[in-house]
């Protein structure tokens, strides 16, 4: 069998937890199926890295495409344009789009992913042009696509709610975390990491998101302000800029001590690992997710998570993490004021239930799964 991956929409360090879930299915089925050649059609920006990430993997090659993927449009036409001709010329069985869009006529069967539909509920993610174009491409792979993976069971009833998808075509795959976050860095190289990144030894709350509008940065902004006085902790801002920083900003220009936030806008893994461990408190805003891995990372690294009700989030920590109401702010800040202070025991408790519960997802499942999908596809030749 050959199954080519379509990575034409993947800018390292870019797509957030999208780049997450291709990276890790793909070395899941790359080493569960050996008898599998893998072929990724690559963009520039991203040839060389994911070149590194699978060079253990013999029946993994490449195909690059001369094209830019940070000029959004171009990358879309050539998809729709130049990638069927890849295809067919690499003689590939299947093509599988894990980021939302794929061609709209290709030869052979077709398997897309489609995390959410954040650009639907949250339409002041993107621009108008934006919103668009994507909803005509997320539209059309549902139709030309033999099966629609969604990574969660809320995100399966999303994209039937708001696509005309055959409820027998959609199919959840959940996600996983990496088992590295819940092996515990020596205290030593910890601290030395934290103290690179954070340029202190405070204790602190730890959020990570970029900051789109749907990820309500600015709510635990307002709430933290609240209590900067009665805790001893940081915030620590993990995210790029995005089309919610107006509001960020307007919070965090009403901190009466600014210097009790801190923000980071890119880390690498080993230091993600660090930041997750070492912090007394995790909390996720978040108004909209597809699966929320953010939430499953910090369950397995020991540290008690603050999140929503939204979206995929009850799926994934249950009733292992703590909720807070998103509309009341105050809400927001009386949790944050309690977590933190539960003493050792209590803390220990909650973490360990939260780490057997994060555990039982894996990237193998995910793998077996998806790979189920790919051959029931394959069984209808030429798609649907």
């Known amino acids: 069998m050959r199954i080519g991956v379509n990575t034409l929409f993947l800018i390292p360090g870019e797509v957030g937890g999208t780049e997450t879930y291709l990276r890790e299915t793909l070395m899941a089925m790359a080493g569960a199926y050996r008898d599998v050649d893998w072929v990724l059609f690559t963009n520039r920006e991203n040839d060389g890295h994911l070149r590194d990430i699978f060079r ?42 894990p980021g939302y869009t ?3 006529f290709l030869s052979c069967p077709q398997v897309v992913t489609i995390p959410d539909m954040q650009y639907r509920r949250y339409p002041e993610d993107l621009t108008f ?18 099966y629609i993976i969604a990574i969660s069971e809320f995100s399966r009833r999303e994209i039937l709610a708001l696509t005309r998808a055959r409820e ?7 996600l996983a975390a990496d088992p590295s976050f819940s092996q515990p860095i020596p205290d030593n190289i910890r601290q030395e ?14 959020c990570i998101a970029n900051t789109y509008p749907h990820k309500n940065v600015h709510t635990l902004i307002e709430a933290f302000g609240r209590i900067a006085d009665t805790i001893p ?9 995005r089309l919610g920083e107006p509001e960020t900003q307007t919070a965090l220009s009403r901190i009466s001590d600014p210097s009790r ?12 690992f660090a930041l997750y461990q070492g912090a007394d408190l995790f909390v996720f805003p978040s108004l909209y997710e597809g699966f929320g891995l953010p939430v499953l990372e910090a369950m397995m690294s020991g540290v008690p998570v603050l999140t929503t009700r939204c979206g995929s989030i ?3 920590g249950c009733d292992k993490v703590c909720y807070f109401d998103p509309s009341n702010t105050a809400d927001l800040a009386r949790q944050m004021v309690r977590i933190v202070a539960w003493d050792e025991d209590c803390r220990k408790a909650w973490t360990i239930e939260a780490l057997k519960h994060a555990s039982q997802f894996s990237w193998h499942q995910t793998a077996t799964k998806t790979m189920a999908c790919f051959r029931e596809a394959m069984k209808t030749q030429g798609g649907r």
Request: glycine share 2%; net charge positive; aromatic share 8%.
């Open 102 to 104: 794929a061609p709209f």
């Open 56 to 97: 253990p993997f013999p029946n993994v090659a490449f195909f690059p495409l001369s094209l830019g993927a940070t000029n959004r449009y171009a990358r879309i036409i050539r998809e729709q344009v130049d990638l069927p001709f890849r295809v067919v010329r690499s003689r590939v069985d299947l093509l599988w789009s």
């Open 168 to 174: 027998e075509s959609v199919v959840a795959v959940p």
């Open 233 to 241: 902790h940081q915030l620590v801002l993990v995210g790029k800029p």
């Open 314 to 316: 009850p799926e994934v």
């Open 261 to 272: 936030v801190r923000r980071v806008m890119g880390v690498d893994y080993k230091d993600l």
């Open 193 to 206: 990491r934290l103290k690179s990144l954070l340029n202190s030894e405070r204790p602190y709350i730890l």
């Open 129 to 146: 042009l934006a919103r668009i174009v994507t909803d005509i491409l997320v539209r059309a792979a549902t139709r030309r696509c033999r």
